[in-house]
């Protein structure tokens, strides 16, 4: 019982891990003991995180453009040259538009389609190999991979602004994520996403510049989420603790939209 959630000696990769969520999870896996790969289009923010992340851990950072085949082919061929097994996949990369819906346009739409829901699928599949390697020795219900999915409370409830695509494609992961759940079970590897609320990143800057108070006055605990907080949801779903958990959503929002 006192290594439920134990996930020291892993392997996981975090997309998206430079900044905002992504770099929260890769600070939580890292302290714990995780070896962890992160991306980003922009190497030198990447590798300006994973400095500061390996004075706690081991963390390395890549470069990959995820919005594309040949970048997902690309990156996926790095972590194969370096890795026989992979414990843990976080699809955290994304992106957001927003447009008054007269103006929206069709390049809002496929950008972010294409990074948060297209991307997402193409990974998983080209790095199943990876992650079915790690459930071979022992091959017991306990030793299984992790995918973890990054949505929203934007797929889960209506948001207050005019992000089309993003909560539109934030949706349609919660809902893949049940389907991976299922058909990748044989496989030893469980799917679940996480759903998070008002956190501090790059995406939510301008909001929480504007709006913070609005924000806050939707959130019944009363405070944005923190680090820690997004760490360990991440831990939890990637440890023993959650072997029996397939095809969740853990909604981590201070009870935004899990209250409406």
Known sequence: MKNLFDVSGKIAVVTGGSRGIGAMIAAGYVENGVKTYICSRNIEQAEETAK??????????????LA???GIEK??????????????????AGAVWAAPIDDFPESGWDKVMDINVKSVFFLTQKLLPLLRASTTEGNTDK???????????????????ETYSYSASKAAVIHMTKVLAKRLSRDKITVNAIAPGAFPSEMTKVVLQDHKQMMLDQVPLGR?????????????????????????TLTVDGGWATTL
């Open 224 to 248: 944005i989420g923190e680090a820690e907080d997004m760490a360990a949801a991440a831990i939890y779903l990637a440890c023993p603790a959650s072997s029996y958990v397939t095809g969740v």
């Open 52 to 65: 500061i992340l390996s004075e706690k851990g081991i963390c390395i950072a890549l470069q990959a453009d």
């Open 68 to 70: 594309t085949s040949e």
């Open 75 to 92: 990156f996926v061929a790095e972590i194969s040259s370096r890795e026989e097994k992979l414990d843990i996949l976080v699809n955290n």
């Open 143 to 161: 030793n299984l991979a992790r995918i973890i999915n990054i949505a929203s409370v934007d797929g889960l409830s209506v948001p207050r602004f």
